[in-house]
């Protein structure tokens, strides 16, 4: 079952613009990840942030945690043509780090 | 190092029959996690296998299967395949221990059942 909900579905912009991505999950949890996946392709890693930090940068990403509202944001700064694909928080809901827990994902179209 | 790697990366069954799924994860990995991701389900976790053992277990029916090898290559089986077990298969590896364990995903094998 999905750990929660992501807002948006779904995505468009411009190069250049900033996108951001919202993640809510349901149960505690010892640290959250996101991952990008271009067109039904795997996963690619992004970032992992840990319960008790509530922000993280990496690159062109940033990604904020608030384990208060169950909820956390990606942020892609100044996106490119390449970003466009869909995006995933994923969650060790269960306790266990292994057996992630995934969101429902953002797709990110992003047009020249 | 050399990514996780699956195979076959597509595949084609009937209903009915059965299908074994092989992965490769990182080298000195040991934890390779199984993933099913469908349009209606999203991505779900079938089981995960450490040091030969199935250390963690999804929701899925008897029906899917698993193991691993002692150089912690990974085979999972479907048995009786059904027009909804069509999906896109994921595996991941990782080196198995603590609590904040990236994951590594290989580029997965997508199974059609007719």
């Known amino acids: 079952s999905q750990q929660g909900e992501e807002d948006p579905q779904a995505l468009s912009i411009q190069e250049g613009e900033n996108a951001t991505m919202n993640c809510s999950y349901k149960t505690s949890i010892n640290n959250l990840q996101w991952y990008r996946q271009n067109s039904g392709r795997g996963l690619v890693h992004l970032i992992l942030?840990?319960?008790?930090?509530r922000e993280k940068h990496s690159g062109r990403l940033r990604v904020t945690l608030d384990t208060s509202k169950k909820s956390s944001s990606l942020l892609i700064t100044a996106s490119r043509a390449a970003d466009t694909a869909s995006y995933f928080c994923?969650?060790?809901?269960?306790?266990?780090?292994?057996?992630?827990?995934f969101g429902t994902g953002t797709r990110l179209q992003v047009t020249l | 190092k050399a990514g996780v790697t699956q195979t076959p990366r597509y595949l084609i069954k009937t209903r009915g029959q059965q299908v074994t799924l092989s992965c490769s994860p990182i080298s000195g990995h040991r934890s390779v996690s199984w993933y099913q991701q469908t349009p209606g389900q999203g991505l779900q976790f079938l089981f995960e296998?450490?040091?030969?053992?199935?250390?963690n277990k999804g929701n899925f029916p008897g029906r899917f299967s698993g193991r691993q090898f002692s150089n912690s290559r990974s085979e999972m089986n479907v048995s009786t395949l059904e027009l909804g077990d069509s999906a896109l298969y994921l595996c991941?590896?990782?080196?198995?221990?603590?609590?904040?364990?990236?994951?590594?995903f290989g580029p997965g094998t997508r199974l059609l059942v007719l």
């Open positions: 991941a590896s990782s080196p198995g221990g603590g609590r904040f364990v990236t994951q590594y």
């Open positions: 994923a969650t060790d809901a269960s306790g266990t780090a292994s057996k992630l827990t």
């Open positions: 942030i840990r319960s008790n930090e």
């Open positions: 296998y450490f040091s030969e053992t199935q250390r």
